[in-house]
């Protein structure tokens, strides 16, 4: 028998290559060949909320349009207050929010007014009515110690007229709401929400409501994915199982760029002989790059069908959930906004030892939680496989591990990133 040199394929526990793409060098690709959308459409108000703001919205008003009063209190002109003995001021009438004192207050005057009602003419100050004392029915004593101007609301405090209110590429908030409901707007120009086609491949994957036969399994990275887009107010197109077929994925991926200003599909983007998908990309689009050191999802598809972006991400469901936050969620966002998305980081103590070589990044899933002191901390969720789903279910972070770490001690200080409300 002669000795033969039996060539093997990567995978995912090799030792990364010089030339595999690190993580930020991925991110760069992926930036630099999105677009931002241009269409738009014009929303009411209420509906506006979530949406991406096409255009800055300019006041055409001061908020508030008027000096007004901060307390319910007297007011009365800064000059005029105490400098050191108690006075006694005259009430000349009532300032109410809505139905404004129509007369001037002069020295040794004040008038009764109430929170948000308009300064009255010759004053400039407020002094809170737990600050006064009544004498009788028209007059009341104050002592020294108040400045001029204290307790009021200046014209425009809030909001000067011809400010920039709000930026174009801006997510529409339910503060933004009210700002631009405070300023008689009650229509806006957002962009239109970016289109994802997304798909599994696969023979063995079947629908939740099918039997399953030996060696099939359901499909969860769909609904993974719907939910994961849901979050993004998307128009979303769920196009269902496309088998393990050259002919299938061609129509698929046809069907999809047709429709989608983004193509997600899972599985199918690695080295086996049923993984169809970087051929076809290459006939009908273009590749970028199809592998990046880091655990899990290393075997990532990026680039372009037609004028669609292309993910390919892998069949693993944490790797479909790890490759959507770092890589597919960066370019929705920035197809949406036109501005490079900053995922939230903090630091957090780790709780667990981590075994860790250096030479790829690493996504471990975590649990973080907030100590007495109000620091952070993390541990791992346990068992990290990629196939182990229920790792992002239990979990509500990553921990980011990058290059160059070689392990992480108990008590050093990791980064994390929340996917998760923190209970």
């Not at 400010?163 to 709401?177: F, K, M, Y």
């Not at 929400?193 to 023979?203: L, Y």
Request: some cysteine; charged content about 20%; overall charge neutral.
């Amino acid at each position: 028998m002669t000795n033969q040199v039996i060539h093997t394929a990567t995978n995912c526990t090799d030792p990364e290559s010089a030339k595999t793409l690190t993580v930020a060098k991925a991110r760069e690709r992926i930036l630099a060949s999105t677009e931002t959308l241009s269409g738009r459409e014009t929303l009411s108000l209420r509906s506006a909320l979530d949406r991406v703001l096409a255009t800055d919205i300019n006041s055409t008003m001061n908020v508030p349009g008027h000096a007004n009063s901060a307390m319910d209190g007297y007011a009365l002109a800064g000059n005029d207050l105490p400098q050191d003995l108690t006075r006694h001021y005259r009430v000349i009438g009532t300032a109410y929010a809505g139905v404004p004192f129509a007369g001037s207050c002069h020295s040794g005057e004040c008038v009764r007014i109430m929170t948000g009602a308009p300064l009255p003419d010759g004053a400039d100050s407020v002094v809170m009515q737990e600050q006064i004392k009544c004498i009788d029915g028209k007059h009341v004593a104050i002592s020294s110690g108040h400045q001029p101007g204290q307790n009021v609301r200046l014209a425009g405090e809030d909001i000067a007229s011809g400010s920039v209110v709000l930026e174009a590429g801006r997510l529409v908030t339910p503060a933004d709401l009210g700002v631009l409901a405070s300023l008689g707007i009650g229509e806006v120009s957002v962009r239109r929400r970016p289109r994802v086609a997304f798909f599994s491949t696969g023979d063995e994957l079947r629908s939740i409501s099918e039997p399953l036969a030996k060696g099939e399994v359901y499909d969860s990275n769909r609904y993974s994915l719907y939910g994961m887009l849901q979050r993004q107010n998307v128009e979303m197109f769920d196009m269902g199982v496309v088998r393990d077929d050259a002919d299938a994925l061609r129509t698929a991926f046809k069907e999809a760029a047709s429709m989608a200003d983004l193509v997600i599909s899972s599985g199918g983007v690695s080295v086996g002989e049923a993984d169809y998908t970087k051929n076809i990309l290459d006939e009908l689009g273009n590749i970028s790059f199809w592998k990046i050191a880091m655990k899990p999802g290393r075997p990532l598809t990026f680039g372009k069908l037609g004028d669609a972006l292309f993910f390919g991400l892998p069949g693993n469901p944490v790797a479909v959930m790890v490759t959507f936050y770092q890589f597919v969620l960066p370019a929705l966002h920035f197809i949406a906004t036109g501005k490079p998305y900053t995922p939230f980081m903090v630091s957090a103590t780790s709780r667990d030892p981590i075994r860790k070589r250096p030479g790829r990044y690493e996504f471990l899933r975590g649990i973080a939680s907030q100590e007495a002191d109000g620091s952070l901390s993390v541990q791992s969720v346990g068992q990290q496989g990629s196939g182990i789903l229920t790792s992002m279910s239990r979990g509500n972070c990553f921990i980011h591990l990058p290059e160059s770490c070689a392990g992480v001690a108990v008590g050093k200080a990791v980064t994390i990133q929340p996917f998760s409300t923190f209970y």
